[in-house]
């Protein structure tokens, strides 16, 4: 899962002698030295006060280094941003019961997205003997993961020291585990600050590393492999796959070999260079009307992890029986639970390859190499561009970004729903990251921040564009950018409106037959209009806006990256008018808002 190359590797010290441990927390920092753990985020508080002093004191605060945070929200939002480019866990600190509460919406983005990171909570004292008069007891909670359990890979509560070492061994085999997700630790305060009145016996952390994913059986491979050779007109699905450049380049060349069309969506990371003769769609966060009809057509689609199979074959087959045969390869179905439905529709499948994406490649490249090159161009057409409106709405912003960044190196952390996405090209997996996973609003901000700490030092620019409600829920993780010098460029698309709640509510008002004028009531950021420039400012972004015309926004635009490329975090704040391209979006299907805000 590794996305190589992102210029963030620093060299790590040795983890301090056993001698040198004199409390609980040494030794919860001690194993985080052992592991593979370059950062943790933190909104500082006092139930893990014990371990924040020996991150501190015993690890001069480096392997891993804090990241302050104003929120918990935006803590865990990093962890995730950085774990969609490097495919490695960040670890976070949550303090107690509340700042497990703010923290629980970006927990369940990350397990919808499969992303991995250690949480580290803490409580007030087990032993109510032991707690303070009234904080103590409001910051103590039992069974305290119960509240994200649902949404979690792992949990535990150890009592006593040598417990809490294994815990977070065990809890690191977890979450890099396939399919990946978060888990969470909680360390009551009383182990922390436990004095150690001897030498710890420490295990040796190699010896607990996790094996390799499960690949699918060698019969299963063959009869993938006789399947595909009576195809006829394959279709791949590239969904949740590996960053890794060698792996992408194996995509392509099972698309290549096997002529398949390929299709890929734009609510998770590149995964098919979008430019490709066999890509003749732009990835889209739902289908359209030619995607459909693309499908449909298909005689074996090969699913690679695609995000909801189940959903997108009911939406071309609404009787749920596909004339196309279905290979899908996926090991999602390995973190179902019964609380969380981000599983999605169950999909009519034909032959369930159990294994990574990746391992079903190498195994189709090996059964197929005698099979000769066939046409590497799809024979469907490549829409063409949308045609300009002439108002500066959404399309005018994505055309004249794309135009002023066509010669750089550039990494779209972001896109709201609604982007046209044919204005953009993708070639490299770090060339797009994806949306949020559960679609909880307020992500955006700390989880670019994230990614973009993952690209400093490397010779990615990194750009996101956010919708302004999404920027404004989350507006203070700004300042961890600026404080820990971490460059990126924010876009923000500010239609001054919940404007994906607009266009919902004008489906109710046609549907019942009322005032579609009134869809704005209850709606629109203005009257006063936020500046959103000075809230960036204030934080030490440089920031410019509100920006109203082409013009205007291309002169600010490259100012802006040249800050960037400089090594500042910058913003622009880009009114752009409301509304979404036709077929974007179908209101009709969609719940919560979660879109260009």
């Not at 970006?106 to 008069?133: E, H, Q």
């Amino acid at each position: 899962m590794v996305a190589e190359n992102t210029g963030n590797t620093p060299s790590r010290p040795l983890p301090p002698s056993p001698e040198k441990l004199e409390w609980g927390s040494d030794a919860v920092a001690w194993t985080l030295r052992s592991l593979p753990i370059d950062f943790i985020a933190l909104n500082p508080g006092a139930s893990y006060r014990g371990l924040h002093d020996s991150l501190v004191n015993v690890l001069e605060d480096t392997a891993p280094e804090m990241l302050v945070c104003l929120h918990e929200e935006h803590a865990v939002a990093m962890a995730h941003g950085y774990a969609k480019v490097t495919g490695r866990p960040m670890a976070v600190a949550l303090h107690s019961n509340v700042g497990l509460m703010h923290g629980s919406m970006a927990i369940y983005n990350a397990w919808c997205d499969r992303a991995p990171m250690l949480i580290l909570g803490a409580t007030g004292p087990v032993d109510a003997n032991l707690r303070r008069p009234w904080i103590d007891w409001i910051h103590t909670s039992q069974d305290q993961a119960a509240l994200i359990r649902p949404f979690i890979k792992w949990d535990n509560q150890p009592a006593s020291v040598e417990a809490a070492v294994e815990s977070i061994l065990r809890g690191w085999q977890a979450t890099i585990r396939r399919p990946q997700g978060p888990v969470y630790i909680c360390l009551d305060v009383s182990l922390q600050e436990k004095a150690l009145d001897k030498p710890l016996s420490l295990p040796d952390p190699s010896r607990f590393a996790p094996g390799e994913p499960p690949v699918p059986s060698a019969g299963k491979l063959d009869t993938a492999a006789q399947m595909i050779r009576a195809a006829r007109n394959p279709v791949i699905l590239a969904g949740r796959v590996s960053r890794d450049s060698a792996d992408w380049a194996k995509r392509v060349k099972l698309a290549e070999r096997l002529g398949a069309t390929v299709m890929t969506d734009l609510k998770i990371a590149a995964a098919f260079p979008t430019d490709h003769p066999l890509h003749p769609l732009p990835p889209a966060f739902r289908l359209d009307s030619a995607a459909v009809h693309l499908i449909s057509e298909a005689d074996l689609i090969i699913s690679l992890d695609w995000l909801d199979l189940g959903g997108t074959l009911y939406t071309v087959w609404p009787d749920g029986k596909p004339s196309a045969k279905i290979i899908h390869a996926s090991l999602d179905d390995y973190g179902m639970n019964g609380w969380a439905m981000n599983h999605q529709r169950m999909a009519p499948v034909d032959l369930a390859l159990d294994g990574t994406p990746e391992s079903t490649v190498d195994g189709l490249l090996e059964r197929m190499e005698s099979t000769a090159a066939v046409n590497t161009q799809s024979s469907y057409q490549r829409p063409p561009l949308p045609s300009q409106t002439g108002v500066f709405d959404l399309l005018a912003l994505a055309t004249t970004l794309a135009s002023t960044l066509e010669n750089r190196d550039v990494s779209y952390l972001r896109l709201p729903l609604g982007w046209p996405s044919s204005t953009s090209t993708f070639r490299h997996p770090l060339d797009y990251l994806g949306y949020d996973g559960g679609a909880g609003i307020g992500s955006g901000p700390g989880m670019v921040i994230g990614s973009a700490l993952a690209l400093r030092g490397s010779s990615r620019l990194p750009v996101a564009v956010l919708g302004d409600g999404d920027l404004m829920m989350g507006a203070n993780a700004l300042w961890t950018a600026a404080r820990h010098k971490i460059p990126v460029l924010i876009i923000v698309a500010n239609n001054r409106a919940y404007y994906n709640d607009v266009a919902h509510q004008e489906t109710v008002a046609i549907n019942r037959s009322r005032d579609v004028e009134n869809k704005w009531v209850g709606q629109r950021l203005d009257d006063p209009a936020i500046d959103l420039a000075s809230i960036a400012r204030a934080q030490g972004f440089q920031a410019e806006g509100p920006i109203l015309d082409e013009e205007s926004f291309r002169t600010a635009l490259k100012k802006a990256i040249t800050a960037v490329e400089n090594g500042q975090p910058a913003l622009l704040d880009v009114v752009v008018k409301a509304g979404y391209m036709s077929g974007v979006v179908d209101f009709n299907s969609d719940s919560h808002s979660d879109g260009n805000k």
